[in-house]
Every structure is written in C-alpha cells, then in structure tokens.
C-alpha cells in the first residue's frame, strides 16, 4: 500500500524477483483496475474482472470514483477472488494495491478484502510505501506517517513501514539527512518541528508525535532495489510478521530421488 507513485508495483516486481532468486514460490497478485504494464504477469489479476476503463466509459465516472466502483465491485464478488485464491495453499502472495487513501479510511474496502484472505488461513501483512523524496521534512514527514497509521488502525494487521526510492539520495549528504526519519528520535523530531512550525501549532506537533510514538509508527524500513542486501532485510521483516515458513509442510519427495542420497529425498520450499 502507499500514496500514488510511492513505490509500490516496483515494491512488488522487486519482490517477486528476490523471492524467485531464493527459489520461493511467489505470485504477484494486483489489484489496481487501472495498472497498465507489469515486470512480472499478475496471476490473479482484478482487472479480469473489471477494469477502470470500462467503468469510466460505461458509467461515466471519473478515475476515482471509478476506482473506488472497482473494489467495491470485487468486494461484492468476493467468491471470484476467494476462487482464485483457492490454489495457492503455502505460497507467497505479494499484492499490489491502489494508492487512493479512501480504500483504506473512508471505505472499509481493504478491511474487508483482508477478513476474507484471513478466513481462508492466509496471514497477512501490511506494507506502506512512502517516498523517501517526499519525506524530507517534518510537516511531509507527519502526513505520510499519519497516512500509514491510518492504513494500519483500520487493517489490524501486522504493519511495516518501507521508505522506498533510497537509490536516489545520491550522496552521502542526502543519505544521513534521510537517516532521521527512519529511525527517529521524536524529542528531536519534535524539536525540528517546532523551528518549521508557527508556535500555536507547537501543542499539536507534540500531540502527534506522542500518537506515532504510541502506535509504534516512528520506524521505516529503507529500500534500494538496487542492493540485494537491502532488499533482504525487508523480507525478513516481513516473514517475521507472519511467521512464513513456520509451518511450511516438507515438499513430497520426487519420484526419481536416489534413496541411497539423504539430501536427495526431501526437499523443502524456501
Ligand atoms: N529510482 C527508483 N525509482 C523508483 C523506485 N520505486 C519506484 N520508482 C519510480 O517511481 C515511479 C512510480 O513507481 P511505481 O512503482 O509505479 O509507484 P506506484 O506506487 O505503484 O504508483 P501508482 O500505482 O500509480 O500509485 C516510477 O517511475 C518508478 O520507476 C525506486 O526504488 N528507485
Ligand atoms: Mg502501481
């Protein structure tokens, strides 16, 4: 999840890439209606279903009208998706979904995308995508953090926050300029939005504060798709949310497994 153009379907491509270099099954799963192209295909894919184009066309709407139609067209379809879901047993899913922020606060649309994964046994986590170009200051830092809170009161589900784009703060300036707000000390924070801020507007810098503290929301992630280290960490996260591979059953052994080669006969999925 994220803002328009956070980061997101490069999230997901980045992802699936990771995951199939560390021979995890993998499926991407999207569910924009209005996504054009992707590096890998979707395997389920919400625009066999519907598409914003036709919605715009057919009934007139406009794109976010016509966006928000769309998922609330899957939600009342919701046995085309539990369908579609049904194949996967252990696998890893990565869905990519629209950044209009009512999908999550005005609508309980992804609530309820996420009670449905979650009564067929899926588990869950939510990652929010924030533009580490557009985080850098503190008012822009206090609403993208409040956009990801908002996401993660109303999913209830484990929650991380990723800070992407990090291969484009160039320099070493820009880079540690960054640091401070993936792992902020909110005295400081405060501090700083103090000195930006009129000081009536001081009160409320510490109210929010003490909210994103208190949720536990202070911390980012940081991404570069272009280390595989980095890359790495944010898996591990991730898999740590959910327990993956916990309870991953071992793989059948293949037929033409040599029984005399121990490590021959059985093979685990990642
Ligand atoms: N250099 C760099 N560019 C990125 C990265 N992530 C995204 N971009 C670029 O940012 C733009 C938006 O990226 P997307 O992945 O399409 O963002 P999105 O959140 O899926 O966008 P919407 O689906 O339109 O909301 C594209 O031009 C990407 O190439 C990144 O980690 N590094
Ligand atoms: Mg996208």
Redesign the pocket.
């Known amino acids: 999840m994220?803002p328009?153009?956070?980061?997101?379907?490069?999230y997901c491509s980045t992802m699936v890439g990771h995951c199939e270099s560390l021979a995890r099954v993998v499926h991407l799963v999207n569910l924009?209606p209005a996504a054009e192209k992707f590096t890998y295909e979707p395997t389920i894919d919400i625009r066999d279903l519907i598409t914003l184009e036709d919605v715009v066309e057919e009934l007139h709407y406009g794109p976010n009208g016509g966006l928000i139609y769309c998922l609330e067209f899957l939600i009342n379809n919701m046995d085309w998706f539990e369908e579609e879901l049904n194949n996967f047993d252990d696998d890893y899913l990565i869905i990519d979904c629209?950044?209009q922020i009512e999908l999550y606060t005005h609508f309980p649309i992804m609530k309820r995308l996420v009670e449905n994964m979650q009564r067929l046994g899926y588990r869950v986590c939510g990652v929010y995508?924030l533009d580490s170009q557009f985080i850098d200051d503190i008012p822009k830092y206090f609403s993208g953090v409040l956009s990801a809170m908002s996401a993660m009161v109303q999913l209830e589900i484990p929650h991380v926050n990723v800070m992407?784009?990090m291969?484009?703060l160039g320099d070493r300036a820009q880079s540690s300029r960054m640091e401070r707000f993936l792992d902020p000390d909110p005295s400081l924070l405060a501090e700083s939005a103090n000195i930006e801020t009129h000081s009536k507007f001081h009160g409320l810098n510490l109210a929010l504060l003490r909210l994103i503290e208190e949720y536990n929301m202070v911390s980012f992630l940081p991404?570069n798709?272009k280390e595989e280290e980095s890359i790495s960490l944010v898996l591990q996260h991730i898999d740590n949310a959910i327990q993956y591979g916990e309870d991953i059953e071992p793989k059948e052994p293949k037929d033409d497994a040599d029984p005399e080669d121990e490590e021959g006969d059985i093979e685990y999925f990642q």
């Open positions: 994220g328009a153009g956070s980061g997101k379907s490069t924009d629209p950044g995508c992407t784009k291969d484009l991404l798709i």
